[in-house]
């Protein structure tokens, strides 16, 4: 057991310490006027509102993504199966691929929004509010449409880490 204060631990410090909290996967999907598609994993991902239904999404300031901010008005939460560990590790990575998305299959949904293809949850959201927050922009969307997929009922989870499967219920 340690206890630091935060002139002790550095960014990636913290991150590891925050490691400890258990997440799903999800994969961020945006849609720009001209048709050009951008997706990106995520994990600081978390329901707001019931009424309205609204959620969040934590996007860094140094991902390539963030520069779409200023040029979008929805985006899309893909949450990931566990047989969909290869589509967090291509939208994590950095560098150029083949378009579009890097050729993941996936359609077109509400608000223009791409869906991929075998995810457990799609949302595609209006952007709310954008709050800047330290190195992060926090995205806060109201859920226009959603479709929850209950033949898939087993989530790529993320904990220190590493990937991770779902375990025996408790
Ligand atoms: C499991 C996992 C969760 C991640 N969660 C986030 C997140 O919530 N927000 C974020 O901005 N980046 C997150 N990342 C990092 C981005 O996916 C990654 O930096 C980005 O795709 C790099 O793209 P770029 O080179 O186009 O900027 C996560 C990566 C992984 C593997």
């Not at 329901?47 to 200023?70: F, Q, R, T, Y």
Request: charged content about 15%; overall charge negative.
């Amino acid at each position: 057991m340690t206890t630091q204060d935060n002139e002790n631990f550095d960014a990636r410090a913290f991150r590891n310490a925050m490691g400890s909290f258990a997440t799903g996967v999800t994969v961020v999907t945006m849609a720009k006027s001209d048709g050009s598609l951008k997706a990106m994993t995520a994990n600081a991902f978390s329901s707001v509102s019931l009424e309205p239904p609204m959620l969040l999404v934590c996007i860094d300031k140094g991902a390539s993504m963030h520069e779409w901010l200023d040029d979008i008005d929805a985006f899309g939460v893909n949450i990931l199966s566990d047989e969909q560990q290869h589509v967090s590790n291509i939208f994590a990575s950095s560098g150029t691929h083949p378009e579009p998305l890097s050729g993941i299959p996936h359609s077109i949904g509400p608000l223009g929004i791409p869906i991929i293809n075998g995810v457990m949850l799609w949302t595609s959201c209006k952007i709310i509010h954008k709050y800047p927050a330290g190195d992060h922009t926090i995205l806060v969307g109201q859920v226009e449409a959603l479709e929850n997929n209950q033949t898939i009922n087993s989530p790529l989870l993320f904990h220190s880490g590493k990937y991770h499967q779902l375990g025996e219920e408790m």
